[in-house]
């Protein structure tokens, strides 16, 4: 489809938006950020890739922009410090126009074909469907590696302790979101770390929203930005705050403005958090 053809479809609301958040990530998002656009010009559907940079020191900016100019449906949003990655994902789902909202990784880890197995389960009812590398399944592989195994258990303990305790991979970066539920969701969130998967399903879960556990084929990339020390640390933290934050109420009102839907965009009513 022409870069002319796909900008004039763009104007009307997306099915899709797919927001990437990107710290340091000129080596491995442009692969990324192809394979998406290539697999839904192929498919035919109308979508927005937000790249959400959180204020990258290295080329990841100039590599976004060169990009959109070869492909219309490519956003930039670009924060002048870095925030962390929830903070970044919370910047692109507000933002975002699309009828069914995901979130995924630079590093691709994930294909992106795997994102009809999460339709399917939004098809079935479900208002959030989650990306799983814990689930069983002979139709899909995860290659990973063992320490990052050990200490994931160790994480969904706590995990557990926080009150999300019927999701067995809470980390997995490929969500879908309906688009009122994303932003009711995003709107709400505090955390601005790694640790905020945990905080929107356990909003989610006060909200009543209806989730589904998805198993996907994912491979461990080489790249990561996560300092497992330090990093862990951190997260464990957070779910303390998490933990204090709902019991303070403090999920109940919008932290950033929710994006406003219609009643006729809207499947069903936006859960009202108790």
Not at 13 to 34: C, G, H, K, M
């Amino acid at each position: 489809m022409p870069v002319a053809q796909v900008a004039r479809h763009m104007r009307d609301r997306p099915a899709f938006s797919i927001v990437i958040p990107a710290y340091n990530e000129q080596d491995r998002l442009e692969p990324t950020v192809r394979s998406y656009l290539t697999y839904f010009r192929q498919r035919g559907a109308a979508a927005e890739v937000i790249v959400v940079d959180d204020g990258s020191l290295d080329a990841t900016t100039p590599l976004v922009e060169r990009l959109a100019d070869e492909f219309a449906e490519l956003r930039l949003i670009r924060l002048a410090q870095n925030q962390g990655k929830g903070y970044a994902v919370r910047s692109g789902v507000v933002n975002a126009r699309g009828r069914l909202v995901l979130f995924a990784d630079a590093d691709g880890a994930t294909p992106i074909r795997e994102i009809e197995r999460l339709e399917a389960a939004v098809r079935a009812g479900a208002d959030v469907a989650i990306g799983s590398r814990a689930l069983p399944s002979d139709e899909v592989e995860v290659r990973t590696q063992l320490y990052r195994r050990v200490i994931g258990r160790a994480f969904h303990i706590l995990v557990r302790l926080c009150g999300v305790r019927d999701i067995k991979d809470t980390q997995c970066g490929f969500k879908l979101f309906r688009g009122p539920v994303g932003h009711a969701l995003f709107s709400r969130m505090r955390t601005a770390g790694f640790s905020f998967d945990v905080e929107v399903l356990l909003m989610a879960k006060l909200c009543g929203f209806r989730l589904a556990e998805v198993p996907v084929n994912w491979e461990h990339q080489p790249g990561s930005r996560v300092n497992l020390a330090t990093d862990s640390a951190r997260m464990a933290w957070d779910l303390a705050r998490i933990r204090l934050r709902h019991l303070r109420g403090e999920y109940k009102a919008p932290h950033v403005a929710p994006w406003m839907v219609s009643a006729t965009e809207a499947e069903r009513p936006v859960g009202v958090l108790s």
